[in-house]
């Protein structure tokens, strides 16, 4: 199941506008160049701006999301037409012979399960063509990220266009090993409503994360920096070697 801040209609709707710098994904269209991909998958696509980046450019592109709000948001978006829209997850994807699949943001962190990112990993090799790539990011858990999660840094008031003013900020619920839990909270001034979002997120060792990926039967090729996030993110570039693992 989603987070709500992906699956509510009204949430789903400010997303784009509450977190409109996204310069991360710069790293990953230079990627996409590097690898000189042309059918990329874009998992865990929510509102469609990685995915519409690269239909720009004339890859061919489907994206998966399992939130169906999301979903509507980036089909009503403009070239939405270039972009196959899937509403699933990884863990049942159909061989599609990708060169590249991505996981961008947070996407491969809110997969906390371990079965459930065993199956995410086997259906993403199953998606790629022979030698194809899978690219994601996680956040470095030595930096413990989360400490700054509170309401005194996060506290803002957004002029949203057609909706008004809302109040957003965050609060830190639990630290359970790997697995961090917060709560965002909404405040709409127009009409008073307060809706909240909360989410996991597993902050894997680097260690864990290239054993994962070569016992579900990847190379790891390289974990890089993310660029405009220096020193604070981990980003696998895996690729797919020999027989599916069991």
């Known amino acids: 199941m989603a987070d709500e801040i992906f ?6 709707a400010l997303y784009d506008v509450l ?7 710069d790293a990953y269209l230079g990627i996409v160049t590097e690898f000189g991909a042309r059918r990329v998958l874009d998992l865990g696509c929510g509102t469609g701006v990685f995915a519409l980046l690269l239909a720009e450019r004339g890859i061919d592109v489907v994206g998966v999301d399992p939130a169906l709000a999301s979903l509507d948001v980036a089909r009503a978006k403009p070239g939405a037409e270039r972009v196959r829209w899937i509403h699933g997850d990884g ?3 159909s061989p599609l012979g990708a060169d590249l699949v991505t996981m961008t943001a947070n996407a491969a962190q809110q ?4 079965g459930a990112w065993r199956e995410t990993l086997r259906g993403v090799r199953a998606a790629l063509r ?7 990011e996680t956040r470095d858990p030595s930096l413990r990220a989360w ?5 005194a840094a996060s506290h803002g008031v957004t002029d949203v266009p057609g909706v008004g003013e809302v109040e957003s900020w965050v609060d830190l619920l639990a630290v359970d090993g790997p697995l961090v839990t917060f709560r965002w909270t909404y405040v709409f001034a127009a009409d ?8 996991t997120l597993r902050f894997r060792e680097r260690e864990e994360t290239e054993g994962d990926l070569a016992a579900a039967g990847y190379l790891v090729d390289a974990v890089r920096d993310a660029p405009d996030r220096p020193g604070r993110e981990l980003v696998f570039l ?3 070697s020999g027989e599916q693992a069991p």
């Open 130 to 136: 022979p030698g194809g790539r899978f690219v994601f």
């Open 111 to 114: 997969i906390t399960g371990a």
């Open 91 to 93: 863990t049942d994807l």
């Open 7 to 12: 699956q509510d209609p009204r949430l789903a």
């Open 19 to 25: 977190d409109p710098a996204r310069g991360d994904l």
């Open 238 to 240: 895996a690729r797919t």
């Open 192 to 199: 008073g409503q307060v809706l909240t979002s909360e989410s």
């Open 147 to 151: 400490e700054s999660w509170n309401r």
